[in-house]
């Protein structure tokens, strides 16, 4: 089964920039949609940024234009960095991976938006004071 670790959690000032990570182990085939979620409480998880296996990305329009996702497909990591933070950012994320395999050119916004996602991470809180 997929096991996914965030790190690099933390607290920032607002226009600062912090980098998550998302360490994937136990992958059988190598085509997933990888993608990172928030959720703060009192509020629905958010899916903020997904990639596919060709790097294809998409993101909502909250963090567009502020947050990058990527990936080192030969290390198995996933990272998202943000730039530009601001309060409203400050949420518990999480990295996530596609219940099921997906085709190697899904798209981004198909990760992102249509894919179900099946294995979490343990999350890692991003604090953004002002």
């Known amino acids: 089964q997929v096991q996914l670790v965030e790190s690099g959690g933390g607290s920032v000032q607002s226009g600062g920039s912090l980098s998550l990570s998302c360490a994937v182990s136990?992958?059988?085939?190598?085509?997933?949609?990888m993608g990172w979620f928030r959720q703060a409480p009192g509020k629905e998880r958010e899916k903020i940024a997904a990639?596919?296996?060709?790097?294809?990305?998409s993101y909502s329009d909250s963090v567009k234009g502020r947050f990058t996702i990527s990936q080192d497909n030969a290390k198995n990591v996933v990272y998202l960095h943000m730039s530009n933070l601001k309060p409203e950012d400050t949420a518990m994320y999480y990295c996530a991976a596609s219940r099921h395999l997906v085709p190697y050119y899904s798209g981004g916004d198909y990760c992102r938006t249509r894919v179900e996602f099946g294995y979490w991470g343990q999350g890692t809180q991003v604090t953004v004071s002002s």
């Open positions: 990639i596919d296996t060709a790097g294809s990305t």
């Open positions: 136990g992958y059988v085939y190598s085509s997933y949609c």
